[in-house]
């Protein structure tokens, strides 16, 4: 049996009190799914750092050209993107086998 579990406005996993059955096929599917968001987060982490760098070295030569704003939005872009994918990571590692 497995328990669905819910996230409180504290960030505190909380029993909803449903027992329901999920098939160990189905629970194998979304540890793979974490896994592979957990490789794409990593991957989206290094691109920010990479991109960091080269944001710093676009504003250190040219802090007020379109150059520099455009280097700045997509890193923006990239981020938000590393964010959103820890925040997939996290809502799939929520389902606990209990």
Known sequence: MTKLASRSAEGEDATLGVSMSISANTL?????????LHAARQAFAQEVQQN???VVGIVANEPFSS?????????RVIARMAHELQTMEEGVSSFSVQ
């Open 52 to 54: 960091a760098s080269h």
């Open 67 to 75: 150059d520099a704003d455009r280097a700045y939005a997509r890193l």
């Open 28 to 36: 194998r599917s979304l540890q793979l799914a974490g896994e592979s």
